[in-house]
C-alpha cells in the first residue's frame, strides 16, 4: 500500500489543521488506517485510527474531543481535523496502513513520508 499525505503546517494555539492521506496498491490486505506523530526526542504514538468501512474509530486520550479521523471511501483516502490546537500536538505527522484486530491497531511497514505540524503559543 502506497500512501501520500498532504496539509500540515503552521497554526497557533487554539487553530485548526487538516492532514489527508490518499492510498493506493493492494488496500485489500488492510482493515484500518491511522495517523501517528513524533515529537523531537519521543517516540512515535498513534494519534487515531479508522476502519476502512468507517465505523470504528479510536482516539489517543491526548487529542479526543479535538482531533476527528475520518475517511472518504470514493477517493481512498482518510483525513485528520485537528481542531483546538496545543502546542504539544506539534510533531511530524504520518498516515499508516494498518490491521485492527481484538481492540489493538497493528501498524503495517506503509508509511507516509510525513507531514510536519508546528502549532505556536
Known amino acids: 500500500v502506497q500512501l501520500v499525505e498532504s496539509g500540515g503546517g503552521l497554526a497557533q494555539a487554539g487553530g485548526r489543521l487538516r492532514l489527508s492521506c490518499a492510498a493506493s496498491g493492494n488496500t485489500f490486505s488492510i482493515n484500518a488506517m491511522g495517523w501517528y506523530r513524533q515529537a523531537p526526542g519521543k517516540q512515535r504514538e498513534l494519534v487515531a485510527h479508522?476502519?476502512?468501512?468507517?465505523?470504528?474509530?479510536n482516539y489517543a486520550d491526548a487529542v479526543k474531543g479535538r482531533f476527528t479521523i475520518s475517511r472518504d471511501s470514493l477517493k481512498n483516502t482518510i483525513s485528520l481535523q485537528m481542531n483546538n490546537l496545543e502546542p504539544e500536538d506539534t510533531a511530524v505527522y504520518y498516515c499508516?496502513?494498518?490491521?485492527?484486530?481484538?481492540?489493538?491497531?497493528?501498524?503495517?511497514?506503509?508509511w507516509g513520508q510525513g507531514t510536519q505540524v508546528t502549532v505556536s503559543s
Open positions: 499508516n496502513a494498518g490491521i485492527f484486530s481484538a481492540g489493538y491497531y497493528y501498524p503495517t511497514d506503509s
Open positions: 479508522i476502519s476502512i468501512n468507517g465505523i470504528s474509530r
